[in-house]
C-alpha cells in the first residue's frame, strides 16, 4: 500500500490510485481534518473565555501541531495511520460508529421536541 502523500500525488497527477488506497485515504483525511476542527474550537473557545495562548490555547501551537500531525500522516499508509481504532474494516469500530450514530439520532430527536 502506499503513503497517504503517494496517493494524494497520484490523484493529482491524474492516476488512479487503487480503491482501497482510495477508501482509506479518505478515512485518513477525515481524520486529520477532525484533528483540525477540534483545534480551531479549542483556539476559539480559549479566546472567548479570554485565556493567554499557552500550549493548546495558542495559535502558535496548534500550527506546529498541525504540520507535524500532517507529515506524520503523508509519510505513512492511510491505513497505518488510522490504526486499529479507526480502520473502517474493524468490526468494533462498526458497532462504534452505529452506537455513536443512534446516541446522536436521540439527542437530536429530544432536541426538537424540547425546542416545539
Known amino acids: ?14 492516476d488512479r490510485p487503487d480503491y482501497d ?3 482509506f ?7 486529520l481534518m477532525t484533528f483540525d476542527r477540534q483545534a480551531i474550537w479549542k483556539l476559539s473557545a ?3 473565555e479570554g485565556k493567554k495562548p499557552f500550549m493548546v490555547n495558542s495559535a502558535v ?4 501541531e498541525n504540520f507535524d500531525r500532517v507529515k506524520r500522516a503523508m509519510g505513512k499508509t492511510p491505513l ?6 479507526y480502520n473502517p474494516d474493524n468490526p468494533e469500530v462498526q458497532s462504534r460508529r452505529c452506537k455513536s ?6 439527542i ?3 432536541a426538537g421536541k424540547e425546542a416545539e
Open 108 to 110: 437530536i430527536q429530544r
Open 25 to 31: 485515504a479518505l478515512c485518513a483525511v477525515d481524520l
Open 101 to 106: 450514530i443512534n446516541l446522536m439520532g436521540k
Open 80 to 85: 497505518a495511520y488510522l490504526g486499529a481504532s
Open 61 to 64: 501551537w496548534q500550527r506546529d
Open 46 to 48: 480559549a479566546e472567548t
Open 1 to 14: 500500500m502506499k503513503t497517504l502523500g503517494e496517493i494524494i500525488e497520484a490523484a493529482r497527477s491524474g
Open 21 to 23: 488506497d482510495m477508501r
